[in-house]
């Protein structure tokens, strides 16, 4: 039999028996619950966490680029933060004005060594101009203040006619016009003045100043003159314009065939058609600053001086 002393022993290791087996249930339960607390709620409809920051950065790119509008421009423009663009440039893709149709002639930019708004230097020199003839072949002047070119600037002709205001260095100015070539040894930048022009500067017995020249593009009330050389038939022409207010840089004659032909200069002064193409038919000149001119009604009579009503624009 079981003493009293036994029997308390026993009973004591069942009560801790039933404490330890209670506070293990109880603590399991807390375990269970802080993890079903912890677990996420699977029916609350919760968005993506932080823990897909890949696949949020790809929805984003793709979003950017879905939105991307291209503008008139040429550019791309997305919503959100700008990204850069490669080799897209807004002038490109709109003409800008220089690209735009014009109504005159590009002539200018090739017209000749003397270009407008430019000041050359050099020196005067003395000739006498007898009639005021030269090389330019316009005939007898009335008016004297006309100049000799020298032979690199009057290129081939393309200064004849030009209006050249000229001053020394005392301050005196004269303007001219340019009706002859001045040959070798003449220089680059030289002007051979008529006596009359050069006594405007100073005593023409001084025979050689220096000076500045710039082309004038002067004020008049004349219009220009057509001339056809002696000898010019339907066959074989050369065509000549007088009394122009800017350099001429082209003459172009309407054939039946070819429409306008432009025709080569001469040293001279004219304008040739070897083969007679467009002799007799309507003639179109171009000044430097690129202004065309067509002139109609013009016969074909050799050595006939025959004017029209038109002028180039002052500038």
């Known amino acids: 039999m079981k003493t009293a002393r036994q029997a308390a022993r026993q009973r004591r290791r069942g009560h801790r028996l039933m404490l330890g087996t209670t506070v293990a249930l109880a603590t399991a339960g807390v375990l269970a619950y802080l993890v079903m607390a912890l677990l996420p709620d699977r029916e609350a409809g919760a968005g993506p966490t932080a823990a897909a920051p890949v696949a949020s950065a790809q929805v984003r790119a793709t979003t950017a680029t879905a939105t991307s509008t291209p ?14 663009t490669v080799g897209v440039t807004t002038a ?43 090389a330019c072949l316009f005939g007898p002047s009335d008016d004297l203040m006309i100049a000799a070119m020298n032979t690199t600037d009057y290129e081939s002709s393309k200064a004849c006619g030009a209006y050249v205001l000229v001053r020394a260095a005392n301050g005196a100015s004269v303007t001219v016009r340019i009706t002859n070539e001045c040959p070798l040894p003449c220089a680059p930048g030289q002007l051979d003045l008529s006596e009359q022009a050069f006594a405007e500067l100073a005593d023409p017995k001084l ?64 304008f040739l058609s070897a083969d007679g193409s467009g002799c007799g038919d309507a003639i179109r000149i171009t000044d430097i600053y690129g202004e065309r001119l067509t002139v109609n009604g013009i016969a074909l009579r050799p050595d006939v001086v025959q004017p029209t009503r038109v002028q180039f624009a002052q500038h």
Request: positive net charge; aromatic residues 8%.
């Open 207 to 270: 025979g050689r100043i220096s000076i500045t020249w710039s082309l004038l593009s002067p004020s008049t009330s004349d219009t220009i003159s057509i001339r056809y050389k002696t000898g010019s038939s339907p066959y074989w022409c050369g065509i000549q314009a007088i009394g122009h207010r800017n350099p001429v840089a082209r003459l172009e004659v309407c054939t039946t065939t070819n429409g306008w032909r432009q025709l080569p200069r001469t040293d001279y002064n004219y």
């Open 71 to 84: 503008t008139p421009t040429g550019t791309a423009t997305a919503t959100g933060s700008p990204t850069p």
């Open 92 to 134: 490109a893709a709109q003409p800008s004005a220089t690209q735009a149709p014009r109504t005159t002639s590009n002539a200018a930019s090739s017209a000749a060594r003397i270009q407008p708004r430019t000041t050359y230097q050099g020196v005067a020199t003395v000739y006498e101009a007898g009639n005021g003839d030269g």
